[in-house]
């Protein structure tokens, strides 16, 4: 469920300046838990997840790749090309 649909001038939108901010697990097709971060949304169709100032492991960092997740730090710039 998401916790807030809001404007944000340096996130991307949804065609209308809003976003979907979500904070809860994202979960694989077959129900699994990949990763539990701090908020996560889409932009077409990609998933950009936010784990806050504690990234996540070696291996759920792996997991989220092979899924197709990006992952975001803050602080840092992104790039939205990628």
């Given at each position: 469920m998401p916790i807030a649909t809001m404007p944000f001038s340096w996130a991307p939108h949804n065609g209308e300046g809003f976003i979907t901010i979500v904070q809860e697990p994202i979960l694989?097709?077959?129900?699994?838990?990949?990763?539990?971060?701090?908020?996560?949304?889409?932009?077409?169709?990609?998933?950009?997840?936010?784990?806050?100032?504690?990234?996540?492991?070696?291996?759920?960092?792996?997991?989220?790749?092979?899924?197709?997740?990006?992952?975001?730090i803050p602080g840092e710039e992104w790039d939205r090309s990628s």
């Open positions: 694989a097709s077959d129900g699994e838990i990949l990763a539990e971060p701090v908020f996560w949304f889409k932009e077409n169709n990609q998933v950009i997840a936010c784990f806050g100032n504690e990234q996540p492991g070696a291996h759920i960092r792996f997991k989220l790749e092979d899924a197709g997740i990006e992952i975001i």
